[in-house]
């Protein structure tokens, strides 16, 4: 490849860094410990959090930061922001992602970064401008339309058909229930040939969830902070906050569909088939893979750099919170492995991992050095996964027996319940399981059968203990409460 996977991150941060007076800032770790309101590490601005805010310490030395950039390391499986049930079904969202960056604080503003972007990506990534789009915060009840940046992106060259407005959904980002938030202009990348040299208009299928027409890079103009009670306060000052899929964007460059054909997925592939002895990855989706092994050459990678990530920084596998995510995306990805490709479990993902941190130990040595951790952590957790896998999907069997038997497409929630309490099923993974016979899964009725087990077992305990209400994908956090943060937040774990 012209652009190989890894000189498209050395150009992103040497444009930045060394043409253009930005700070090289490592990314922080993907399990942001001293953040409560935070699951996962979602973007490239979490550890700047503090510089927006202005609470930021005098003696640190994110005080006298300016300009920084990076590639941030990110999971996004829960939470405000939570790809996981999309993965193994498109081709560009990932649980664990790169998140190429560029800040400001407090130092340039709008006209800056809009040169930025659109300098790197035409000039120096050679994108031709044709495909591109670019949006702008169209404003609602309390906030005013974008126009400011709306106009920035004419004057640079953008033709108006090429500049849209969107909506708080798409063009007003922020981190979480809570925090630094603002209006964003973002760059999509139409994926689709011409036709006979000519460029289709490709403005409704931006924002549109159509995996041709693909969004690339997120321009933030950070100006206010979600406070709790869902007020927006301004900030002490104005901020750029950016942030571009790595994957994405190697995926751009190297002419590709899918991010799953780039070099950053390929190897792994190469490995799983190594281990597995499956067909080869032919890239198809949905129904164009009937046997269901794309999606879960997919699903296995994408999952063990979740998991490999995840160990490194410290997020174990357990029963509450983040522990839960790690566990959940483990069992889900062992039960692709053993359906799939028909595999043992209980040593398969520690496999994978080496040619991982081959890959990328470079750019984070910290999977290098935690590797055999990282293995060792794996293989208890699959082994100890593995004893009730096989009883949990015959229990699943039964179940789904039942249903059909009674002429039902629905699997009632006690039973998915049951699944969960006595074989460790995460909701997600029946909900997959369900959705392969035809069945359907009610939220309603699950929380409903989580509530009649919670009245039984409080019947048992001493009274006082505060429950907090928990999302159906989040149940094991039930077990363990003690670890979930003692904040508002600890509900949308
Ligand atoms: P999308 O609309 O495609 O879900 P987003 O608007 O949620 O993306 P942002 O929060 O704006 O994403 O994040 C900045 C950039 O990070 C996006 O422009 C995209 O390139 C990339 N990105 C976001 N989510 C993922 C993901 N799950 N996997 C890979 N890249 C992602
Ligand atoms: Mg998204
Ligand atoms: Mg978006
Ligand atoms: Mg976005």
């Known amino acids: 490849h012209e652009w190989s996977a890894k000189k498209v991150r050395d150009t992103f941060l040497e444009y930045f860094n060394q043409k253009n007076g930005h700070t090289f800032v490592p990314s922080s770790s993907v399990v942001p410990l001293s953040d409560p309101t935070l699951l996962f590490t979602n973007a490239g601005m979490n550890?700047?959090?503090?510089?927006?805010?202005?609470?930021?310490?005098?003696?640190?030395?994110?005080?006298?930061?300016?300009?920084?950039?990076?590639?941030?390391?990110?999971?996004?499986?829960?939470?405000k922001h939570n790809d996981l049930d999309d993965v193994g079904k498109d081709s560009y969202h990932h649980t664990f992602f790169e998140m190429l960056g560029n800040w400001s604080f407090g130092d340039y503003f709008k006209k800056e970064t809009i040169h930025f972007s659109w300098e790197l990506l035409t000039k120096v990534y050679g994108i031709d401008p044709r495909r591109l789009y670019v949006t702008y915060f169209e404003g609602n009840d309390d906030l005013e339309p974008d126009l400011e940046a709306k106009e920035l992106w004419k004057s640079i060259g953008v033709p108006e058909d090429h500049i849209l407005p969107g909506d708080m959904k798409d063009n007003f980002w922020e981190m979480g229930d809570q925090g630094p938030c603002?209006?964003?202009?973002?760059l999509h990348y139409d994926l689709r040939e011409p036709e006979n040299g000519v460029y289709r208009n490709a403005a409704s299928l931006v924002?549109?969830?159509?995996?041709?027409v693909i969004e690339i890079w997120n321009n933030v103009f950070m100006q206010y902070n979600r406070e709790k009670d869902r007020s927006l306060r301004p900030l002490p000052n104005k901020h750029i906050d950016t942030g571009m899929g790595y994957e994405r964007l190697v995926c751009v460059l190297q002419g590709k569909k899918s991010n799953y054909d780039t070099d950053v997925f390929t190897?792994?592939?190469?490995?799983?088939?190594?281990i597995t002895g499956a067909r080869d990855y032919r890239g198809k989706f949905g129904a164009e893979d009937p046997d269901g092994i794309d999606t879960a050459y997919r699903v296995v990678a994408d999952h063990v750099r979740l998991l490999t990530f995840a160990i490194a920084d410290g997020g174990v596998p357990n029963n509450a919170g983040?522990?839960?995510?790690?566990?959940?995306?483990?069992?889900?990805?062992?039960?692709?492995?053993r359906k799939y490709f028909e595999v043992e479990i209980g040593n398969f993902f520690s496999k994978i991992v080496p040619t991982l941190v081959e890959q990328m130990?470079?750019?984070?040595?910290?999977?290098r050095k935690k590797e055999s951790d990282i293995?060792?952590?794996?293989?208890?957790?699959?082994?100890?996964?593995?004893?009730?896998?096989?009883?949990?999907?015959?229990?699943?069997?039964?179940?789904?027996?039942?249903s059909k038997a009674k002429g039902s497409n629905d699997l009632p929630g006690d039973d998915v319940w049951r699944l969960y309490d006595t074989y460790g099923f995460p909701v997600d993974l029946t909900k997959i399981m369900a959705e392969e016979r035809g069945l359907n899964i009610n939220d309603k009725d699950v929380e409903d059968a989580q509530n009649k087990a919670r009245e039984a077992s409080k019947g048992e305990k001493k009274a006082?203990?505060?429950l907090v209400k928990l999302d159906v994908h989040d149940l094991g956090a039930l077990e363990n409460m003690n670890d979930v943060p003692k904040t508002d937040d600890s509900a949308k774990y």
Not at 182 to 186: A, L, N, Q, T
Not at 385 to 390: G, I, N, T, W
């Open 361 to 367: 130990g470079e750019m984070f040595p910290e999977i």
């Open 322 to 337: 983040r522990g839960y995510v790690v566990r959940r995306v483990l069992r889900r990805g062992a039960r692709y492995a």
């Open 375 to 402: 293995k060792e952590i794996l293989d208890e957790e699959e082994k100890s996964f593995a004893k009730s896998l096989d009883r949990g999907e015959a229990m699943f069997e039964k179940y789904a027996q039942k």
């Open 267 to 274: 190897p792994l592939f190469k490995r799983i088939q190594e």
């Open 464 to 466: 006082g203990a505060t």
């Open 182 to 186: 603002g209006p964003c202009s973002e």
């Open 47 to 79: 550890q700047y959090k503090s510089i927006f805010l202005g609470t930021v310490d005098p003696a640190s030395d994110f005080a006298q930061l300016k300009r920084a950039s990076n590639s941030q390391k990110c999971i996004r499986a829960g939470g």
């Open 207 to 212: 924002n549109a969830d159509d995996p041709e």
